[in-house]
């Protein structure tokens, strides 16, 4: 079994993040779940959360991730996201208002997006 695994964190309009990791947790429309390296083959639907990656150095990388898809095969993880943002990449007072606004509007979908930016970053 190896000791890592490469993944790939794709946005609809770039690539968001590459490289080594031990560990990601994602959300899927099953739930929560953990991918290290020799897991076996899935193919799943990501929901709006938070995606956290453990590097094979030690660091960790948080991305609000907004709908997708993830597949993991031959040690090689793909995360295929509409929306992925890293967590430094979030202006979080603006993330704060959009929540804000969104609630003042009754707007479900952009609540929930909001609310993934905000977790993302605050952990």
Avoid: C, Y
């Avoid at 794709?10 to 968001?16: C, E, G, I, Q």
């Avoid at 993830?70 to 993880?77: H, Y």
């Avoid at 943002?85 to 993330?95: F, G, N, P, S």
């Amino acid at each position: 079994m190896a000791a890592e695994l490469h993944v790939e964190l794709v946005a609809a309009d770039r690539n968001v993040w590459s490289g080594e990791a031990t560990l990601v947790v994602a959300r899927t429309t099953s739930g929560d779940i953990g991918v290290m390296p020799g897991h076996q083959p899935l193919l799943g639907v990501l929901e709006s959360g938070p995606v956290t990656i453990r590097t094979s150095e030690g660091n960790t990388v948080v991305a609000a991730v907004h709908g997708g898809f993830i597949s993991f095969a031959d040690n090689k993880l793909s995360l295929l996201a509409e929306i992925a943002e890293l967590a430094d990449e979030i202006d979080v007072q603006r993330a704060e208002r959009a929540l804000e606004r969104a609630k003042a509007e009754a707007d479900a979908a952009a609540e929930r997006r909001a609310d993934v930016r905000l977790r993302a970053v605050t952990g």
